[in-house]
């Protein structure tokens, strides 16, 4: 191994999950692959290492992602103040399914920029690809036990928020990390794309309406406006446009772009933004959201603000085409 491992500080986070007899992994509401299999990894390899405790991984599940494995349902009133473990979100709020816990202690771990949560623990990098290589890195250098589940989990996740080791977020690191699961577990890992990428005919049919109808305008902005009928024609729900948003990765004439998505549940709009140059990260912060610089979601409650975002993003675009001439 030629990169450098902060191994004080793994040692003092496998020291903390060591101290807990319960534990509750969370992570954010709307998960993604990147959330939903950080959590699942972390709690079977806790489980796999120490047999007797007691660990959940909570939140409100999701029927596609399923074959990640199960959540828990826990009555928190049984628990005697557990570990609280967070991964992939910075902003309590989005913490999903914590509510009622009564916890002890914090222990996070995530790749977003810092916001609310401190952890007691805290393990925060911004330059890591996903929450699922920190695990993966956490379970290598620890003494956290490696299942072949876990391993697949964990490098479907790192897959996932890569854009199969694609995005600028992949680094020699990334790439080192998930070689040594695939050296250690022997997973079958060209076969695990088919659980990221096969999709229904109806989702690609419905990634041609967004390719058809999406509007581009002269700094190189994208958008496209996705009401709830046009989910049910599609048989699509409001979380499909986001798993569907880097595939428009590698298009000449995008520099940034949005799918801004009818919620009519929630009664807003859920708003994913990517970017391939001007930093978004900053203008989802003023609608109600944030994430990465080249990778960011929001939420906006009316028109007025879906066209001051619409403003915001393509002049973030013509102000970085500026500074390039
Ligand atoms: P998405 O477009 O939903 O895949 O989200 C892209 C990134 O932005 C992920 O890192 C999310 O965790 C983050 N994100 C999405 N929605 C929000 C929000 N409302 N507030 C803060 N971060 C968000």
Redesign the pocket.
Known sequence: MVFIINKTLLKNIYKEIKKYDEIVIAR?T?P?P??ICSQIALRDSIKETFPNKKVYAVGAGVAKFKKFGNLNKVNYAELHNPLLVVL????LY?VDGIEELKYTSILKIDH?PK?DIKGNVDWTDMEKSSTCQMVAELVLYTKLKLTKKVAENLFLGMVS?SERFSLKNTTYETLDTAKELIRLSKIDFTSLYDILYTRPLGEHKFMAYITNNLVVDENKFGYIIINDETLKEFNVDV?TP??L?NNYNFIEELLVWT?ITEDVKNNQY?????SRGPII?NI??KY?????KY?????VMNQEEIQNLISDLSKACQDYGDSKL
Do not use: L, T
Not at 270 to 274: F, G, M
Not at 295 to 299: D, E, I, P
């Open positions: 954010h709307g993604d990147d959330a992939d979100v910075p902003n989005r977003h916001e928020d979380a986001s798993n948003i799918f859920k708003v994913s933004i990517r990260n989802a912060s109600h959201g944030g994430g990465h990778a960011s979601g929001a939420k």
